[in-house]
Structures are given as structure tokens and as C-alpha cells.
């Protein structure tokens, strides 16, 4: 009980921080945000920019206002030069978007990253596993975008399998929504798959070379089921740190990927902000995918203590 | 005395599926064909970008529009310009080789930031622990609560301001992206400078050292630092890596050096993608190749060096 | 090579032993060479019957006991000589065979239960699994066995051990447990590789007891394999040491005892702390180190630590062969407790004398 008590309060402490950072970030504009934001606007807009954002008054009361705010789901507005629409309800449309979007890259990843891992350490050592262990490390250097491109026109624009632009809701169809995915998703899982592939597969190695391995052999049971029942779970562990420790740049390149495909997520919405000025906007967001980040590793730390019983009775 | 080939069979018999031998074969990389291939190209590529205003090579921005072809001058087409020309009139390898100078000043710069406050931060936490210890460790965690791409972005965007007025002068946009770079590389830098330290300091010749009077800062940094460098030293040349691809997503997302004033790889990528993927792809796959050339090689070269050091400490 | 029975006589009689060994070698390639583990051993043992298997660490007899269950890797690794079970060549036999006799015909309770058991997996289910496979009964019969198994080991309150992992019980509740799960499909042959060696000498005693109990109550055959003869003295029916890779001497127990041959059997005797000798006496340690497996000796292993070691010991390497006493087989030429033996530790210990200075020491 105590245990759960201390991460709770570690994890306001975070979510406190990263919102203070996100709110401050606004001041880190220089000379005038508001001439930042609206260089042309009216002087209704400008006084307008002012007044929502209590950009007049002190620090601690700007950030409580809009810590205020942001929690009853007020994320500011888009201002053009005479006019302003809120942001909350662009980013309710565009974060399934991204939520989807990074899902089927973690799912895609896993399936294929946790037999290959499987075989290649059954097989260490043989030309084989040399072989795809080259491919990998070749596949680990190329960043996602690059390959985002590089798929992007190859099956976009020469070979016109897929489109290379665009999203379609998931309950426009299930291949009307797919099609759209498919690119986006084997871009960022690809460098993602390298990763995984290789940290389990030394991980795996070790554990196969375990007592415990030869003695669940010595039972007479099966080398499939010695293989995934006994020596993948202890690897399962590591399994998570790594997901944990590669979410964070799933997200990164989820942002970059969304606009390489104008997928409209949260990462193409941050982009546009940045082209159009909507340093409020930008903060929003960029708010909103911190906590989610942080909401995550929450996530991730409740699972960690499932899978290792060690964990969970302090014992590690 | 080295190892007995009694001990070696025995410990052999451990191994239920891996060739033990192999396998610690591979462990010991000599510096082979790969890793001459790395430094060779991290060679060119460095004294290229650093003589980039020497080498008898076009002007970046110099356009020679009479030579622009309908379609596109695509490489390997005319002798006077190797990489072929952009739309607007520009030598590719021109541009290349100044992007180079531009991309990896910014990685080069970021990764010594992050290596050197990082580095200092974590020997002082894994030294001094307690709380000094705890201070260091929260505000390393509280950085990386935020995806490293996003905290990247958004210092960059909000301390760049308005795109339309791209910073100059003492703090132009390439020294923002190297502060923010480097703000985003110290805390995983720091964290291995920590955990390194954490392993050496308890070493015996510490408390050698300190037995002998020597001062806490002499102690971290004539004993400590030596040992925990080359750790760090794979690490820091994986991170140049990744701090290059960095520069190629923030150029993507909006946020960088402006293509219009230099080229860097990042920007060149960014602006090609926009205006010439789907007819004249070459000039988004120039500076792709010379990215994913540049990572790779570093990501070798760190994992030969990372090789070296692992065998160094078996052997203590 | 002549062959040892447990205990049933001396006219041997091929298919009543359970497992037979005839020249069994294993080799290992390594960077450095052929590393000769495991040199040419051979032995027989009925149901019902104790073997053990003494030497110091790197003699080969832990790989001799994976490598007669086939549990070794097949990269590497070069297998020689026959081992029958039940009658049956099984030193050839591929992985599908194997499996059919782990668990079910045969077992091997490990050295270190900490890390021998699953650390992540409920050591009931480690014992179930066991069970369901091999012999495919339900889960609730499985479940029952397992409960009976840990009571049988001597597990207090089962249905609690059941549902725990590894790291909540003590190194005998682990031993206890792993020896439940090599036990649970009832094995006519089990192998007991070590098995104290990880535990508190108070723990050490009730384990052997343990695996005493079982098998006069499953009447199976059992080969306990340790560097101590402690260990062995009076559990075994029949005893077989092991040197660098070979077997010197092989006995029944009371024999071995009474009459030792070989000047290693001797010396590993003599290594064993008396509770009656003078406190800060010197251990009788063995010095020198064991060969060099890979370029083995041309004439007796143990020569250049062997305090009765001649010349033609170094030439020549004596077979291992029964002598006077049927059933006792030793490989020596100067025999302890014989006169050429006693001519030969003479000789060595006169020349000794004789090259150290005035004033020895």
C-alpha cells in the first residue's frame, strides 16, 4: 500500500512539472508572445490574444489559469488575424488518430519482433542468425521518416499500391482505414523492430544458458514449449523496459510521420501550429502528449510488477 | 592464470542451444571491414563538411538556372555538377557537403553539451549520492517525462518565435537547436555518466584515494572520469547518430534551420519531400543517403568501441 | 575395459543392468582444441542401486552425467561410445527419443536450486507441467500429485509451497521441491548431480536421507555425483572416481574404503577435515592442478601430482583393470597399500629430502 501511495505522489509531482513546462513555454517566446502569434492581427485580436491568455499578469497566476483551464478541457484558441476557434475540439478528432497510429506500430513491432528475437537466439551464432542480425543494424540506422519517404514513393507514387497521404476513420470500413495505415505503421515499426529484435535476443541468450532452461528440458516437455513458456518470461522483463524506454521515441517519430503521410493526428496538428504561428495551440498540445506520455509509463510500471512477482512483493 | 580448458568444457555444458564458441568469438570485434568502412566515411564526411568553404565546390545557394532541365538534373548526369541540380538551379553536392557542416556542427555540439553537463551532473549524483543524488536523478527525470522529439520542438519553436522572423546574430537558429539538442541529450547522458560512476566509485582505489587525502572534485575527476569516459564514449557517438536524425525530424515538423539561407541535411529533406517526391525523388534521397551513411557508420563504430570495453572488463 | 555391477555379483548378465556405459567419451570444440571432458568411461548400474561419482571439480563428471542424459548441446560437442538403456542405444538418440525418456524414465535434480527452478514461474505449476506432459492427466489429478509429491519430499503445508515462487522458500525447501519434480513421473533412473552442494551442512544430511527414502520406496537406480566422498561413504553401493576425464578406480563402497588402490582416492581421502584431528593442522590439500584437457598426458593423468609417481608412470598409462579383488578395479602401477606402491612413496620421499637444502622447509 505504501508502495502504490509513493508512485502516486511521484506521479503528480511529474504531471505537475511537465505542465508547468508546458504552460512556461510561452514565455520563452521572444520579445512579445503576442506579436509572435498575431504579427497582423487587429487590435481587437491582439487585446483579445491578451486578455484569454492572462499574458499581463504574473507568472503563478498565468500558470494556474490555464493549469485551470486545461483541466476543464479549455485548451485555448487558433487566432487568425481577425478571428479564434478553439483547439480543444481539433484535438479530440486528431488524438484517436495518433493513439491508432501508435498502437498498430507497438502491435505490429511485437509480433514481429518477439519470434524473430525467439529464433534467433534458438539459433545464436549460425549464419542465419548473422545474417538477419546485419539486416537489423542496417534497419536500426535508418531513421523513420527516411524510410517513410523512401516507402512513400515507392509504393505511393511508382508502384501506386497504397495512398501516401491522407486518413479515413476506422468505421469508414476496415480496408478504407487500413490502407491509409499501413505505410505510416511499418515506417516507424521498422527501426522499432531492430531495437526490440536485438535486446531480446541477448537476453534471450543469456537466460537459455540458465540452469533453470536445462533443468525445464530435463522434464521431458517440449523445446517450443521450453523456449516460450519457460525462457521468455524472465526475458519478458526486459521486454517492457525497452518498450518503455522506446515509446517516448514512438511518439517523437509518430509526429514526424503524421505529417510525412498528413495522417491528421496530433503530430500533424503540432506541425501546422508551428507553420501558422498557434504558439497557444502548440502548447496545448504539446501538453496534452506529455501527460499522455507520463499516463503511459504509469502504464508501464503496473505491468512491470504483474509480469515479475519479484517486483511485486518488493523482494527486487 | 587464464582459464582452464577443464573450466572451459564445463561451463560449455551450460549452453543448451547457443555455440558458446561463436558466439564469444563475436563479442571480440577486431576493427573489421565494417569499421573501417565507418571511419573511413565519417572521415570524408567530417573533413569535407569542415573545409566546406575551401573545397573547390559551387556556392550552396548559387543557382545555375540555365542549366535546370525540364525533368530535373538528376546525379551522375553532368561532370560539372556530380549530384545533380534542384529545382531552383542549386548543386546537390554543394549543398550536400555544406548540410553536412551545418547537421553535424548542430549533433557534435548537442552531443558535448549533453556529454559534458550530463556527464558532470551524473559523476556528481553517483558519487555523492544521497541528496545530491536525489536532486540530480529528479530533474533528469522530470526531462525525460517528456518525449525527447516534442521537448526538443517545442524549445526550439518557442525560442525560435515567429517562423516568418528567423533568429540571428549571437543566438541564430543553429545555437538554439544545439542548446535544445543538448538540453534533451543531458539526462540520458547523465544518467549512464551515473551509473557508471555508481559501479566505479566502489572500487577499491577510491577508497584508496581517499585514504590518501585526495579532495572529493581530484577524486571524481583524475580517478573516477577515466574510467567511466570510454563508457560513455559509445554512447556519445550512438547519440551524434541520433541527434542528426533529430535535426531531420525538426526540420520536417517546421522547426530548423531555414532551407532558403542553408542547407542543412534536415532541411533539405524537409523541403524536397514538399516539392519534388513525387517528380524528381533523387533530391530527397541524396541528403536520405548521406544521413542514413552517416548514422550507420557511427552506430558501427560506437558498437566496435562498445565491443572493445566490454572485453576490458572481463578481463580486470 | 572391464565393467563394475551394482552390487548383484559378479557374473553380469547384459539385460538385467538398467543403463549400461561402455567407452563413453565426450569432447568439446573449443578455440583451444578438443577439450577431452569426459575419456573413455564406462560403468553398469541396475535398478535399485546407488552409483557414485567422485572427483574434483572439472573432472569431467558433471558433463558425464548431462551427456548420458543427452542434455548437452549437439554444436560443439562430439559424443563417443554407447550407452544403453533398458537394453536400448539411446547415445545417438535424436531429440524426439530424448524426451520421451526425461522425465519419465529418467531425471536429474540439479546442483543449485536458485537457479535451477523457474524464478518467475509458481512452483507448483513447475511440478504440474511436468506431469501433465509426460503422463497427461488432468489438471485437478496433477494438482493432487503435487500436493502428494511435496508432502512426500517433506514439504510442510503443501497447498501454500504449491502457489509460491522459488525465491520464497529457504535452499533445502528449493532442493526438496526440485527433487519433487524430477521424481514426479517416476523415473527409474535418477541423477543426482551435486545435489547438497548449494545447501547448509545441517540441510545436507536430511537431503541425502531424502533421496535415500525415495528410492528404496520407487526402487530406483541412482547416481549421485559430488566432489565428496562424505558424501558418498555411505550412501552408495558402488563407487567410481574420476580423474581428469577418466575413471581411476571403481569399487563397491565398503571396498573402496577399506582397501583404496589409487593415490588420488587416497589423497581425496586424506583432504577431508576430521572432526578428531588437532585444530590449526595443516589440510592435506592436493597441490599441483589438474591436466590440461585439450593435450591430455601420454602416461597416467595424475602423475604429476601423484606422490608415488614413477617413471614409467609418466611413459606409460596404466589400464584400468580389476587386480586381485573381484569387482575392484583401479588404474595404477603403484598401487597405495601394495609393495610396489610403498617401494615407490619410499623412493619419492627419500629423493625429496634429499634435493632440499640442509634445514628443509
Known amino acids: ?316 | ?316 | 575395459m572391464s565393467e563394475v555391477h551394482g552390487g548383484t555379483g559378479d557374473n553380469p548378465q547384459q539385460g538385467e543392468a538398467l543403463i549400461a556405459l561402455r567407452d563413453v567419451t565426450t569432447y568439446f570444440k573449443t578455440p583451444r582444441g578438443l577439450v577431452r571432458a569426459v575419456d573413455g568411461v564406462s560403468f553398469t548400474l541396475d535398478r535399485g542401486k546407488t552409483l557414485g561419482i567422485v572427483g574434483e571439480s572439472g573432472c569431467g563428471k558433471s558433463v558425464l552425467s548431462k551427456s548420458v542424459m543427452g542434455l548437452l548441446p549437439k554444436r560443439n560437442v562430439v559424443r563417443g561410445g554407447s550407452i544403453t538403456f533398458e537394453g536400448r542405444e539411446i547415445g545417438k538418440a535424436g531429440p524426439n527419443e530424448l524426451r520421451e525418456l526425461w522425465g519419465n524414465q529418467m531425471a536429474m535434480v540439479f546442483q543449485d536450486p536458485m537457479t535451477a527452478l523457474n524464478p518467475v514461474m509458481r512452483t507448483g505449476k513447475q511440478i504440474t507441467e511436468s506431469l501433465r506432459h509426460n503422463l497427461g492427466v488432468t489438471k485437478e489429478f496433477a494438482n493432487e500429485t503435487a500436493l502428494q509429491l511435496l508432502t512426500s519430499v517433506g514439504i510442510p503445508e503443501p497447498e501454500r509451497r504449491l502457489r509460491q515462487y522459488p525465491f520464497e522458500m529457504s535452499g533445502g525447501m528449493r532442493q526438496r521441491v526440485m527433487i519433487a519434480i524430477a521424481l514426479a513421473c517416476g523415473p527409474k533412473l535418477l541423477f543426482a548431480d551435486e545435489p547438497t552442494t548449494a545447501l547448509d551442512v545441517t540441510v545436507q544430511a536430511q537431503i541425502l536421507d531424502l533421496l535415500d527414502a525415495q528410492q528404496a520406496e520407487r526402487f530406483m537406480a541412482m547416481i549421485l555425483v559430488t566432489h565428496d566422498l562424505g558424501v558418498v561413504a555411505g550412501r552408495a553401493d558402488d563407487i567410481m572416481v574420476m580423474y581428469a576425464g577418466q575413471a581411476v578406480e571403481k569399487a563397491p563402497t565398503r571396498t573402496l574404503f577399506a582397501q583404496m588402490r589409487h593415490p588420488y582416492t587416497e589423497a581425496l581421502l586424506k583432504s577431508i577435515p576430521k572432526l578428531d584431528q588437532p585444530s590449526h593442522m595443516r589440510l592435506d590439500a592436493i597441490s599441483g592442478r589438474p591436466p590440461d584437457l585439450v593435450h591430455p598426458p601420454s602416461g597416467c593423468r595424475f602423475a604429476a601430482r601423484c606422490p608415488y609417481a614413477q617413471e614409467r608412470c609418466r611413459q606409460e598409462a596404466p589400464p584400468l583393470v580389476v587386480h586381485d579383488t573381484p569387482g575392484h578395479e583401479y588404474a595404477c602401477w603403484f598401487p597405495v597399500g601394495t609393495p610396489e606402491g610403498a617401494e615407490a612413496l619410499a623412493k619419492n620421499q627419500a629423493a625429496a629430502i634429499a634435493a632440499t637444502p640442509a634445514g628443509g622447509h
Not at chain 2, 580517478?223 to 541527434?243: D, H, T
Request: glycine share 8%; net charge positive; no cysteine.
Open chain 1, 1 to 316: 500500500m505504501a508502495f502504490l501511495l509513493r508512485r502516486l505522489v511521484r506521479v503528480i509531482t511529474v504531471v505537475l512539472f511537465v505542465t508547468f513546462f508546458s504552460y512556461f513555454l510561452l514565455n520563452l517566446l521572444p520579445g512579445d508572445p503576442v506579436t509572435s502569434i498575431a504579427p497582423f492581427g487587429t487590435k481587437e485580436i491582439k487585446a483579445q490574444i491578451r486578455h484569454e491568455n492572462h499574458l499581463d499578469e504574473s507568472v503563478p497566476v498565468q500558470y494556474f489559469s490555464w493549469l485551470k483551464n486545461f483541466v476543464h478541457g479549455d485548451l485555448g484558441n487558433y487566432y487568425t488575424p481577425s478571428s479564434s476557434s478553439p483547439v480543444s475540439k481539433d484535438v479530440k478528432t486528431r488524438f484517436p488518430v495518433s493513439m491508432q497510429l501508435v498502437l498498430y506500430s507497438l502491435f505490429l513491432t511485437l509480433i514481429v519482433a518477439i519470434p524473430l528475437a525467439v529464433f534467433t537466439a534458438y539459433v545464436a551464432g549460425s549464419r542465419t542468425d548473422r545474417i538477419i542480425n546485419t539486416v537489423l543494424f542496417g534497419a536500426f540506422s535508418v531513421p523513420d521518416f527516411a524510410l517513410g519517404l523512401v516507402l512513400a514513393y515507392i509504393v505511393g507514387v511508382k508502384l501506386r499500391w497504397l495512398p501516401n497521404s491522407g486518413y479515413a476513420p476506422f468505421g469508414s470500413g476496415l480496408w478504407n482505414h487500413a490502407k491509409y495505415m499501413i505505410l505510416p505503421t511499418i515506417s516507424l515499426a521498422v527501426a522499432q523492430i531492430a531495437g526490440f529484435t536485438r535486446v531480446l535476443r541477448s537476453d534471450m541468450i543469456a537466460t537459455l544458458q540458465e540452469d533453470f532452461i536445462t533443468m525445464a528440458k530435463s522434464k521431458g516437455i517440449s523445446g517450443k514449449r521450453v523456449l516460450w513458456r519457460h525462457a521468455l518470461r524472465p526475458s519478458s522483463l526486459t521486454l517492457l523496459t525497452v518498450a518503455g524506454l522506446n515509446i517516448g521515441a514512438l511518439i517523437g517519430g509518430t509526429v514526424v510521420i503524421e505529417t510525412i503521410f498528413q495522417a491528421p493526428g496530433l503530430g500533424l496538428l503540432l506541425t501546422q501550429a508551428i507553420r501558422g504561428r498557434q504558439f497557444i495551440a502548440l502548447q496545448s498540445t504539446v501538453a496534452i502528449i506529455a501527460i499522455a506520455y507520463v499516463l503511459i509509463n504509469v502504464l508501464i510500471d503496473i505491468l512491470y510488477s504483474v509480469l515479475d512477482p519479484r517486483v511485486r512483493s518488493g523482494a527486487l
Open chain 2, 1 to 316: 592464470m587464464a582459464l582452464s580448458s577443464t573450466d572451459l568444457g564445463a561451463n560449455l555444458a551450460k549452453i543448451p542451444t547457443a555455440a558458446g564458441v561463436k558466439v564469444e568469438k563475436e563479442a571480440r570485434k577486431r576493427l573489421g571491414i565494417t569499421g573501417w568502412f565507418a571511419v573511413s566515411w565519417l572521415s570524408v564526411i567530417s573533413l569535407a563538411a569542415l573545409l566546406a568553404p575551401w573545397l573547390p565546390i559551387a556556392a550552396p545557394k548559387a543557382d545555375f538556372l540555365d542549366l535546370v532541365e525540364p525533368n530535373g538534373n538528376p546525379p551522375f548526369h553532368m561532370a560539372a555538377h556530380i549530384l545533380g541540380l534542384d529545382g531552383n538551379g542549386h548543386d546537390m553536392l554543394a549543398q550536400t557537403i555544406h548540410g553536412a557542416r551545418v547537421s553535424l556542427q548542430i549533433a557534435l555540439g548537442a552531443v558535448l553539451m549533453g556529454m559534458v553537463i550530463g556527464g558532470t551532473l551524473g559523476l556528481m549524483a553517483g558519487y555523492f549520492k544521497g541528496k545530491i543524488d536525489r536532486v540530480i536523478s529528479t530533474v533528469f527525470d522530470i526531462f525525460l517525462a517528456v518525449p525527447a522529439l516534442i521537448l526538443a520542438m517545442s524549445l526550439v519553436a518557442f525560442l525560435a518565435g515567429d517562423p516568418a522572423k528567423p533568429p540571428t546574430g549571437i543566438f541564430n537558429i543553429e545555437r538554439i537547436m544545439t542548446l535544445a539538442l543538448g538540453i534533451v541529450a543531458t539526462p540520458p547522458l547523465g544518467r549512464i555518466a551515473r551509473a557508471s560512476t555508481l559501479t566505479w566509485s566502489e572500487r577499491e582505489f577510491v577508497m584508496a584515494a581517499r585514504a590518501q587525502g585526495a579532495k572529493n572534485f581530484k577524486i571524481m575527476f583524475v580517478e573516477i572520469l577515466p574510467n567511466v569516459l570510454p563508457a560513455m564514449l559509445s554512447i556519445a557517438l550512438l547519440s551524434v547518430g541520433v541527434v542528426v536524425i533529430a535535426e531531420g525530424g525538426l526540420s520536417l515538423l517546421g522547426v530548423g534551420v531555414n532551407f532558403t539561407d542553408k542547407p542543412s541535411w534536415g532541411n533539405m529533406i524537409a523541403q524536397y519531400a514538399q516539392t519534388d517526391l513525387n517528380d524528381h525523388p533523387w533530391l530527397v534521397f541524396t541528403p536520405i543517403i548521406a544521413v542514413f551513411l552517416t548514422v550507420l557508420s557511427l552506430n558501427m563504430l560506437g558498437d566496435v568501441i562498445r565491443a572493445r570495453f566490454d572485453a576490458r572488463e572481463t578481463t580486470l
